[in-house]
T-cell receptor
Framework: KAGVTQTPRYLIKTRGQQVTLSCSPISGHRSVSWYQQTPGQGLQFLFEYFSETQRNKGNFPGRFSGRQFSNSRSEMNVSTLELGDSALYLC?????????????????FGAGSRLTVL | AQTVTQSQPEMSVQEAETVTLSCTYDTSESDYYLFWYKQPPSRQMILVIRQEAYKQQNATENRFSVNFQKAAKSFSLKISDSQLGDAAMYFCAYRTTSGTYKYIFGTGTRLKVLA
């Protein structure tokens, strides 16, 4: 079955612009989470959506936002881009979100969207 | 707040040898999950192995095994018979079973496999 699909894979923006990234989860997966990956910082959690509701949010400024649609596809938006927003943005999907399952939620990651801000 | 620390930014291992990647974490919870994820160069991150904190037995997946020391809050990954395809970034991750249920990742260890 198809994996987690992220688009676009690469993009270049300038400071002050905004960007929208898309993530299509594995069919049947209802939870989508987003991470920012930068060298030396590892993966920083942005937010998690389940059934169109944001269930968790990381410590990022309000310029970072997201949403999830009824088909579980998710988008994240970064407004007023800064140089420090340059990163690989990873999306991951799982069957359920957080504590709704007694088992561990294994994340399936997409290939990521590499954003460069000039 | 929970933290995950990977103190080895980079490791090298000869092909066919064994290597151990270190991970420590800090938490006040008694129940949680621990994971090792692998990110090959320019490829997607995949799950290597996972461990439930309530299980005393160390998890094993083929050539990959963990040494889980709950009291010491240590969760190391051992790769036996290293192969060139094992070269990747390895991330240790923690997930709580209560509260926000977020995953917390370490900063990663880059593993190089030498032929």
């Amino acid at each position: 079955k198809a994996g987690v699909t992220q688009t676009p894979r690469y993009l270049i923006k300038t400071r002050g612009q905004q960007v929208t990234l898309s993530c299509s989860p594995i069919s049947g997966h209802r939870s989508v989470s987003w991470y920012q990956q930068t060298p030396g910082q590892g993966l920083q959690f942005l937010f998690e959506y389940f059934s169109e509701t944001q269930r968790n949010k990381g410590n990022f400024p309000g310029r970072f936002s997201g949403r999830q649609f009824s088909n579980s596809r998710s988008e994240m938006n970064v407004s007023t881009l800064e140089l420090g927003d340059s990163a690989l943005y990873l999306c991951a999907s799982s069957l359920v979100a957080g504590g709704l399952s007694s088992g561990a939620n294994v994340l399936t990651f997409g290939a990521g969207s590499r954003l460069t801000v000039l | 707040a929970q933290t995950v620390t990977q103190s080895q930014p980079e490791m090298s291992v000869q092909e066919a040898e064994t290597v151990t990647l270190s991970c420590t974490y800090d938490t006040s919870e008694s129940d949680y999950y621990l994971f090792w994820y692998k990110q090959p160069p320019s490829r997607q991150m995949i799950l290597v192995i996972r461990q439930e904190a309530y299980k005393q037995q160390n998890a094993t997946e083929n050539r990959f095994s963990v040494n889980f020391q709950k009291a010491a809050k240590s969760f190391s990954l051992k790769i036996s018979d290293s192969q060139l395809g094992d070269a990747a970034m390895y991330f240790c991750a923690y997930r709580t079973t209560s509260g926000t249920y977020k995953y917390i990742f370490g900063t990663g260890t880059r593993l190089k496999v030498l032929a």
